[in-house]
Every structure is written in structure tokens, then in C-alpha cells.
């Protein structure tokens, strides 16, 4: 069974770019497209982005355009998050999530594994 481990969470200035990481172990990790999804207080979990398998295909929430970039190294294992730009409204708990289904139109219904989160604070 894949295990997922989120890290690069925490405090970040406002106009700053963040870049979290999650770490896979325990299982076939090229087999699972991946994805981010994240959760503010009070909201619902809201997808992020999400890459492919093999990471030559990936996409993102209409929301994000032009802030986040998914990619992902099979060799070491690891699911990154690049976001720059950020604002109070990205203030969230950042989760990884794999999936035996397609990347493209991920949903929170179609994950398979998730990660524990990791929380993202933008101080302005």
C-alpha cells in the first residue's frame, strides 16, 4: 500500500512562492497519477492540480492558471507542489493524493490514498 508524507508547509510571506513536496513509499509509486488538493478553515477540500503517471501530462484548477506547476520524479519517489505568487486565500491545509484513475478530473471521490496534509499559513 502507498504511503504518502507531505513536507515544505508553514509560514510564508505574502507574493512568495511555496514549493511542497510528498514523499511516497510502500508501493508502486509510477503506477498512481497524482495529485494536490487543499483545504481551508470551513471549506471543502478543493483539487490543486494533478500529473500523470509517467508526469508527461498534467493539469490544473481553472483557479490556479499560471501560479502552480505539478511535477513529480519517479526515481526518488517524490510529488511536488510549486506555487508562487501566494495570497491569504491560499492559507490552507496541502494535501498529496494518488489515484488509480486518470490524472485529468481528479476528484476528491476518485482518490485512492492521501497523504496526512501539511498546513500552509500566508501571513500578509
Known amino acids: 500500500q502507498l504511503q504518502l508524507v507531505e513536507s515544505g508547509g508553514g509560514l510564508v510571506q505574502a507574493g512568495d512562492s511555496l514549493r511542497l513536496s510528498c514523499a511516497a513509499s510502500?508501493?508502486?509509486?509510477?503506477?498512481?497519477?497524482m495529485g494536490w488538493f487543499r483545504q481551508a478553515p470551513g471549506k471543502e477540500r478543493e483539487f490543486v492540480g494533478s500529473?500523470?503517471?509517467?508526469?508527461?501530462?498534467?493539469y490544473h484548477a481553472d483557479s490556479m492558471e499560471g501560479r502552480v506547476a505539478i511535477s513529480r520524479d519517479n526515481a526518488k519517489r517524490t510529488l511536488y507542489l510549486q506555487m508562487s505568487s501566494v495570497q491569504a486565500e491560499d492559507t490552507a491545509v496541502y494535501y498529496c493524493?494518488?489515484?488509480?484513475?486518470?490524472?485529468?478530473?481528479?476528484?476528491?471521490?476518485?482518490?485512492?490514498?492521501w497523504g496526512k496534509g501539511t498546513p500552509v499559513t500566508v501571513s500578509s
Open positions: 510502500g508501493g508502486p509509486f509510477h503506477f498512481y497519477a
Open positions: 493524493a494518488a489515484t488509480l484513475g486518470p490524472a485529468q478530473h481528479m476528484k476528491r471521490d476518485a482518490v485512492n490514498i
Open positions: 500529473i500523470s503517471g509517467s508526469g508527461g501530462e498534467t
